[in-house]
């Protein structure tokens, strides 16, 4: 059902011929592939095959040899990296990036200031605006925690909570920017079987429930074709394969490259 709406839409990201070199090292070359509204899609490929330098690329950690990248109408290239969350790409990364002395809930609303447009001034001044803005974030927070089971927890450390837990805590923060498109590191590296199970029904959720678009570099491959509206195989940087799961898990070249010759 999301597929075929997500079909008819305009892409809300588009990745076209997108090439980075690092000294005499083709990290991509001439990748493209397009996401449309609505769908979640999974970028696989073995270590070292461009997944998370795609990333940066997305992320403007990155700056691109050569190709374009245009998301929600804008070339992304153009905009400048302090900006990429206000304009609506939210991330999550491989290694936890969290303020671990911090509580779960000041975790997440760090997540809000991209959201917030009242300066120093008007904080000092507690001009009408700062406390609009304050509830509005509070509210969101809140929103967030719930939804991502942290409300028990929302007021404890973050060093103090399982691995698992501190996953979903970045998860909210990488929400509460109000992405258009969330860009997920491996979220599924440490987790547990019941763990990977329950993450995949979350990734559902954020798509269906708060209409975010989802790509995911992931090496947990039944995640990502249990998930995944379609999927994206690179390969020593270059794309070898797109469709949908069914396609790509037979295609001859990921078989060989990433799943081995038995599947």
């Known amino acids: 059902m999301h597929q075929v709406q997500a079909a008819i839409g305009s892409s809300l990201l588009a990745v076209d011929g997108v090439s980075v ?8 070359d001439g990748v493209s592939f397009d996401i449309a509204p609505g769908q979640i899609a999974g970028l696989i490929g073995p270590n070292g095959a461009g997944k998370t330098t795609l990333f940066n690329c997305l992320s403007r950690l990155y700056a691109c040899a050569s190709g374009q990248i245009v998301f929600d109408g804008r070339p992304l290239l153009a905009i400048p990296r302090h900006r990429i969350a206000a304009v609506g790409i939210g991330r999550t990364f491989q290694n936890l990036a969290l303020f671990r002395t911090m ?38 927070v809140c929103e967030l925690v719930g939804f991502l089971g942290l409300a028990t927890v929302a007021d404890q450390r973050v060093s103090d909570l ?38 995949g ?7 269906d429930r708060l209409g975010v678009t989802v790509l995911l570099v992931e090496h947990h491959m039944s995640l990502v074709m249990s998930v995944s509206d379609k999927v994206v195989a690179l390969n020593f940087g270059r794309k070898i394969a797109e469709g949908t799961p069914a396609e790509v898990q037979q295609h001859p070249e990921v078989v060989q490259a990433y799943l081995g010759n038995s599947h």
Request: hydrophobic share 40%.
């Open 201 to 207: 029904k979350l990734i559902r959720d954020i798509r």
């Open 103 to 140: 509580t779960v809930r000041d975790n997440v609303r760090l997540g809000r200031h991209c959201r917030t447009r009242s300066g120093f001034l008007a904080n000092a001044l507690r001009l009408p605006r700062v406390a609009c803005e304050e509830r509005s974030s509070t509210e969101k």
């Open 162 to 199: 399982p691995f698992g837990m501190q996953k979903r805590v970045e998860l909210a923060r990488a929400l509460a920017s109000e992405p258009k498109l969330l860009l997920l590191d491996e979220p599924a590296s440490g987790l547990n079987h019941e763990e990977v199970d329950t993450l």
């Open 21 to 28: 070199h690092f000294g005499g090292i083709v990290a991509l």
